[in-house]
């Protein structure tokens, strides 16, 4: 099969372990409750920074207006080796999964150690909504600070996103060599608005020495609306390569690929799939995890 990396009309490999699907079923057992929590916050206009955000759109949710452009979407399960050490799980996590994933970070991303606009040293605002697990990480203090200006520590990892994260490299393993397990202690989440959200190419490098040195991979999941991931090994973005990650999908990078750089260039607007929004009110743009080691 020919694959052109340039393209974003890939030809993906499709899955046919059934062992494959244990990362579908990784959050089967464990239901969490549904937790829907409204805010006055009118989900098209973006945040109220008086009011925790919320991940919900409740008071003017309506699917009756939403346009969905995903309707025709190959629901299947497959993958594509993007480099050495990257490769894309695509389709690869359940509704039910991803409306577990959503409750999860609701339920504590609009508490304490919750979502906020980080800021870069300039003093700029990045253009998403973040929170982490397991350890806190912003973009002046990198690790470094246990406690954020508010007081607020990380909330601990869930069991349930550990167990998804393992599940997804073993599988990864099973299609490419020269991945190294992994077993996270840490997860940032970004939510990105449609149209404004982005995120600017960088390199993930702040965990430890020897989680780097060893190559230990992260894992990217992609919930929502679709975004436009450049990824590559140069600063040159005239040089980087384009995928779309759709909700559902899994990107995987380590090995010889962990300091790749990348960056979300674009989250387009009403892309996100019927049955999540339906499930879970989801406010409108991109929702991503990523899970590491440090
Ligand atoms: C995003 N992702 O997809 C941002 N980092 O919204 C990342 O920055 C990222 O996808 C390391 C590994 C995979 C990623
Ligand atoms: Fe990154």
């Excluded at 894309?88 to 919750?114: E, F, M, T, W």
């Excluded at 300091?259 to 991503?288: D, E, K, S």
């Amino acid at each position: 099969m020919t694959i052109n990396h340039s393209s974003f009309y890939r030809l993906f490999k499709p899955i046919e372990s059934s062992s494959f699907w244990c990362g579908r079923d990784a959050f089967h057992g464990s239901l969490i409750g549904k937790f829907k929590q409204c805010h006055n916050t009118p989900c098209a206009k973006g945040s109220d920074e008086s009011q925790p955000f919320s991940l919900i759109c409740c008071p003017c949710f309506s699917t009756d207006s939403v346009c969905q452009s995903t309707s025709k979407r190959n629901c299947s399960t497959s993958y594509e080796i993007l480099g050495s050490g990257v490769i894309l799980l695509k389709n690869y996590i359940s509704l039910k999964d991803q409306v577990d994933i959503v409750n999860i970070c609701q339920k504590h991303g609009a508490g304490p150690g919750g979502f906020y606009e980080p800021s870069h040293q300039s003093g700029a605002k990045l253009r998403l909504q973040m929170m982490c697990f397991g350890r806190n990480w912003d973009p002046v203090t990198k690790y470094k600070e246990c406690y954020r200006s508010d007081g607020s520590k990380a909330p601990p990892l869930p069991y349930e996103l550990i167990s998804f994260a393992k599940t997804s490299v073993q599988n990864a393993q099973k299609r490419m060599k020269g991945l190294p397990s992994m077993c996270p202690d840490i997860c940032i989440v970004n939510f990105y608005s449609p149209v404004y959200g982005r995120l600017g190419l960088h390199q993930d490098r702040d965990e430890s020495s020897d989680s780097l040195r060893r190559g230990l991979p992260v894992v990217s999941i992609s919930i929502g609306d679709t975004a436009e991931f450049l990824y590559g090994y140069t600063r040159n973005k005239d040089k980087l390569d384009k995928v779309l990650l759709q909700s559902g999908d899994v990107l995987i990078f380590g090995g010889k690929s962990r300091h790749i750089f990348h960056g979300v260039t674009q989250v387009f607007p009403n892309t996100t799939p019927l049955p999540l929004l339906q499930q879970t009110a989801l406010r409108p743009g991109r929702l991503n995890l990523t899970l590491r080691q440090f």
